[in-house]
T-cell receptor, first 116, second 113 residues
Framework: GAVVSQHPSRVICKSGTSVKIECRSL??????MFWYRQFPKQSLMLMAT?????????EQGVEKDKFLINHASLTLSTLTVTSAHPEDSSFYIC????????????FGPGTRLTVL | QKEVEQNSGPLSVPEGAIASLNCTYS??????FFWYRQYSGKSPELIMS????GDKEDGRFTAQLNKASQYVSLLIRDSQPSDSATYLC?????????????FGSGTRLSIRP
């Protein structure tokens, strides 16, 4: 149980384009989903928290107009990196938790974004 | 002071020995504690959760929690080369509006044959 998928696993795009990443909880209803970014040899950085049907809560320093998050259902959240630039190249990882689960988070496999 | 602190390592342990990973946290109100394993280039994988003082064992893994000392540890018995990874300690963030957990920066563990 507690399987989270992400798609795509890897994406290469040109500077200025937008990229959408999907995160799905496959066998449970995720009341809350989280989006993290991780640069090489660095720790996880929480970007935002989203609850189904409501606006995402962004961490300080994360531009909400650049990183659009939609959590339309209890099994799907999307992150759109708008007008991507090379400095946005990173490993983006989503996680999901279920209400009443004592804050356990289950991670998707991650999406490696490279912006040329 | 960081909210969740771990020694970054690397911690080198011979194969078959016990690896001991430690973590301290700053918020006494925290109630949930987690250990994640992250292989290079992969996402974190939850390996242990612990919620009450004492030990919790799962196979070769034992998590230990001491709330009075604000200390949580992970023991790996009979260490295998496949245990070589970065181990992340995580603690729930009381007072946050969402179910956030705070991650330490991780301890890199290397099991030498």
């Amino acid at each position: 149980g507690a399987v989270v998928s992400q798609h795509p696993s890897r994406v290469i795009c040109k500077s200025g384009t937008s990229v959408k990443i999907e995160c799905r909880s496959l066998d449970f209803q995720a009341t809350t989903m989280f989006w993290y970014r991780q640069f090489p040899k660095q720790s996880l950085m929480l970007m935002a928290t989203s609850n189904e049907g409501s606006k995402a809560t962004y961490e300080q320093g994360v531009e909400k107009d650049k990183f659009l998050i939609n959590h339309a259902s209890l099994t799907l959240s999307t992150l759109t990196v708008t007008s991507a630039h090379p400095e946005d190249s990173s490993f983006y990882i989503c996680s999901a938790s279920q209400q009443g689960s004592f804050w356990e988070q289950f991670f998707g496999p991650g999406t490696r974004l490279t912006v040329l | 002071q960081k909210e969740v602190e771990q020694n970054s390592g690397p911690l080198s342990v011979p194969e078959g020995a016990i690896a001991s990973l430690n973590c301290t946290y700053s918020d006494r109100g925290s109630q949930s504690f987690f250990w994640y394993r992250q292989y290079s280039g992969k996402s974190p994988e939850l390996i242990m959760s612990i919620y009450s003082n004492g030990d919790k064992e799962d196979g070769r893994f034992t998590a230990q929690l001491n709330k009075a000392s604000q200390y949580v540890s992970l023991l790996i018995r009979d260490s295998q080369p496949s245990d070589s990874a970065t181990y992340l300690c995580a603690v729930n963030a009381p007072g946050s509006s969402a179910s956030k957990i705070i991650f330490g920066s991780g301890t890199r563990l290397s099991i030498r044959p």
